[in-house]
């Protein structure tokens, strides 16, 4: 640990910045996965519903620079094409 005051805040701050990127980037996951998992169910309704969630995910992923743009509009991408097959 840091001997400096505004260090000891600063090591705080980012631990807590660190464990709200995880819980962000994890729920990111997580709602790709349902959108995943409701094409391979065909079930259109759900999948849409589930695209839908995970496409506002990842536009504010992209915009607070947590994933990259280029991941966001990749991810967007296929899971727009994945959607649009059933």
Do not use: C, P, W
């Amino acid at each position: 640990m840091a001997n400096i005051k505004s260090q000891k805040k600063r090591a705080l701050t980012n631990a807590k910045a660190n464990l709200k990127n995880a819980a962000e980037k994890s729920r990111l996951k997580t709602a790709i996965k349902k959108v995943n998992k409701a094409v391979e169910a065909k079930d259109k309704e759900a999948a849409t519903k589930a695209f839908n969630e995970a496409n506002s995910l990842l536009d504010k992923a992209g915009t607070s620079h947590l994933k990259h743009k280029n991941y966001v509009a990749r991810q967007k991408a296929a899971l727009a094409k994945a959607v649009a097959k059933i």
